[in-house]
């Protein structure tokens, strides 16, 4: 019979729509924060961080939202194009045994539709 | 800058072979890691390294051996390779701690 692998959250959106990818962290001793993109067959790449002094953080089409009160990340992309079609992870950094660790959540499939 | 480069791309392997997965950065960072992403998973910590010498132990360890004789490498040894162990594997590098990762583009790893 057929194999059910475990399947992504998926977010699908049109073309010049805004994208909202939400991120529910663990550890509330966690500082830093950093979302990160991944194409098909690549491996992830940097989009934007912020640290915990600040509750938002804006880059180019992006904004990052921490709200720690309820360990809660969102990464915002203004108008979505079809190349933002990837997974996206968010990266939660805490101290562990003297060191800083970053811990990656399952990630949210995005899929602009042209 | 070529940024992390990982060796092999592809590989597949047979049960209870052995094989290094190589590493090298060029950006002069301190920290190096290996993570592993299985289908539909985010990334889980395999090892990691603070500087040339230095190796701990991530969140899956086992079944795995690394070592940081330079600062630019960090091989990532599998000694009896096993199904489990069947996985895209991740290098990633970073200046220090508290910084964003630059990440390669993986090897995907077969074990039959």
């Known amino acids: 019979g057929e194999s059910v692998g475990l399947h992504l959250p998926t977010l699908s959106v049109q073309e010049g729509d805004n994208s909202i990818i939400n991120c529910a962290y663990s550890?509330?001793?966690?500082?830093?924060f950093i979302w990160y993109k991944q194409e098909s067959g690549k491996g992830p790449q940097f989009i934007i961080d912020?640290?915990?002094?600040?509750d938002k953080r804006q880059g180019q089409r992006v904004t990052v939202l921490l709200n720690k009160t309820v360990k809660h990340l969102s990464l915002q992309i203004a108008a979505t194009q079809p190349g933002d079609s990837a997974v996206y992870f968010c990266?939660?950094?805490?101290?562990?045994?003297?060191?800083?660790?970053?811990?990656f959540g399952r990630g949210t499939s995005l899929i602009v539709h042209p | 800058n070529a940024g992390v480069t990982q060796t092999p791309k592809f590989r597949i392997l047979k049960i209870g072979q052995s094989m290094t997965l190589q590493c090298t950065q060029d950006?002069?960072?301190?920290?190096m890691y290996w993570y592993r992403q299985d289908p539909g998973m985010g990334l889980k910590l395999i090892y990691y390294?603070?500087?040339?010498?230095?190796?701990d132990k991530g969140e899956v360890p086992n079944g795995y051996n690394v070592s940081r004789s330079t600062t630019e490498d960090f091989p990532l040894r599998l000694e009896l390779a096993a199904p489990s162990q069947t996985s895209v594997y991740f290098c990633?590098?970073?200046?220090?701690?508290?910084?964003?990762?630059?990440f390669g583009d993986g090897t995907r790893l077969s074990i039959l």
């Open positions: 990633a590098s970073s200046y220090s701690e508290g910084q964003p990762q630059h």
């Open positions: 550890n509330s001793a966690s500082d830093y």
């Open positions: 912020i640290r915990s002094n600040m």
């Open positions: 990266a939660e950094n805490s101290a562990s045994g003297g060191s800083y660790i970053p811990t």
């Open positions: 950006m002069n960072h301190n920290y």
């Open positions: 390294s603070v500087g040339a010498g230095i190796t």
